[in-house]
């Protein structure tokens, strides 16, 4: 299967190597490169010698030195993120650790689910997306100046002169954020506001007004028609990066939360058939193929009766975390319902969507879940279906689920195509 979106290692130090081994084959499995070392020296050199995603100690220390004596020497190699494991470790050591360079702690023995959601976590984090910017003014030169400022601080930005065609904008672009000026020609910046907040898939969309007027009346009343805050124009140029980066961090954050499945992180029902339809517009302007592939466990109610629904759920999250690794983009992604999931594939055919989606099958087929002292295997049947003509999102959708319904009375553990 793919790796992560980082191919470098996490680094473990302890002395328990023998007690390391599974859950080294465990990472490794989901394709997070994993070094283990024994003695503080070996640690040390691997750090000086290449890039590591994250470092995770045993609060017990190496063969060669406790863990107190390796952090210092460790913390001037590596800046990044550094774990401690440990058994019943007093808030008094967790503070003392801390201060010695420790980000974050968990328990010993490692749990590989809760771990994985670590690194996925910082893999996140650490990868930084341009935030997109949509200015809305009719005013050339104050577009051109928030334009220069935005861009040099590396975000995207489109400009919009005429607020009339924004929703041509907002479909097209998707910004995380909109700078509206309140006086335009066309109109107000107040009534825009108003309009695009009675669309639902563009409500959560902060917007911010630019403009000269200072009175805190006329601001208030603003804002209470549909904007999120007011910014002076010509401020300077520290306060105006500042005020995007802060309301697009708290959009994000939000939106995550708005929009995804509790157990998987990946999209819920709703936003997933709202992601498909958005596609299918695009698709209907840029004359390319569009595949969509439905996803079901197979056999997961005996998984829950024979195992519990504990292991049933670290099942259904590897496989989310399965399809984030292979998918195209985790946008494309969602928890369809229960164990059954979707893949949106944009630009492929059916029969290379379904190729992909084999691949996903057989990588999935070949992980190993944890049942206790045991482990166990799963597999998932899928269905593939290609966007016809005049074809709706719900067509798609139905055209998908026959071909899964195919793949299991065939016998499971394959992808059916639709015909």
Not at 2 to 19: F, M, V, Y
Not at 363 to 390: C, I, M, P
Request: negative net charge; charged residues 20%.
């Amino acid at each position: 299967m793919n790796a992560p979106a980082t191919s470098s290692p996490l680094l473990i130090g302890t002395s328990r190597r023998e007690s390391i081994e599974l859950l080294q084959a465990q990472l490794s499995s989901y394709g997070f490169p994993v070094q283990v070392f024994g003695r503080k020296s070996a640690l040390l050199a691997a750090l000086h010698a290449q890039t590591a995603a994250a470092v995770l100690l045993d609060a017990d220390g190496l063969e060669d030195g406790a863990t107190e004596d390796v952090l210092p020497l460790l913390r001037r190699l590596f800046q990044g993120p550094v774990l401690c494991a440990g058994t019943e470790l007093t808030v008094s050591r967790q503070i003392a650790l801390m201060r010695l360079g420790v980000t974050g702690f968990m328990s010993w023995p490692v749990d590989v689910q809760v771990l994985i959601d670590r690194l996925e976590q910082l893999e996140e984090a650490g990868r930084h997306n341009p935030y997109r910017v949509l200015i809305v003014d009719d005013s050339e030169t104050v577009t051109r100046w928030v334009s220069q400022i935005l861009q040099q601080a590396g975000m995207q930005v489109r400009s919009l002169h005429n607020p009339l065609d924004i929703f041509i904008a907002l479909e097209r672009f998707r910004p995380e954020i909109i700078l509206m000026d309140v006086y335009m020609p066309e109109c107000g910046g107040d009534e825009m506001a108003r309009l695009i907040r009675q669309h639902p898939q563009f409500d959560s969309v902060p917007i911010v007004f630019l403009s000269t007027e200072t009175s805190r009346g006329r601001q208030w009343l603003a804002r209470s028609m549909g904007g999120d805050d007011f910014l002076i124009k010509n401020q300077e140029s520290e306060e105006l990066l500042a005020s995007v980066v802060i309301t697009v961090e708290r959009y994000r954050r939000l939106r995550h939360w708005m929009t995804r499945d509790g157990l998987t992180g990946l999209l819920d029902h709703t936003h997933l058939i709202q992601q498909l339809e958005m596609q299918i517009s695009a698709t209907a302007t840029q004359s390319v193929p569009l595949s969509y592939a439905m996803i079901d466990i197979d056999h997961f109610k005996q998984v829950n009766d024979q195992h519990g629904h504990a292991v049933g759920d670290r099942v259904i999250k590897s496989l989310a975390r399965l399809l984030r690794q292979m998918a195209p983009s985790a946008d494309l992604i969602g928890r369809y319902g229960g164990e059954e999931f979707a893949v949106i594939f944009p630009g492929l055919s059916q029969i290379r969507a379904a190729q992909r989606v084999d691949e996903m099958r057989a990588a999935f087929a070949a992980l190993k879940h944890l049942d206790g002292g045991g482990a166990l295997q799963a597999t998932f049947s899928a269905g593939v279906a290609v966007l016809g003509n005049n074809m709706s999102a719900a067509q798609l959708v139905e055209a998908a689920d026959m071909a899964l319904y195919q793949a299991k009375r065939a016998g499971r553990n394959q992808v059916g195509m639709a015909s």
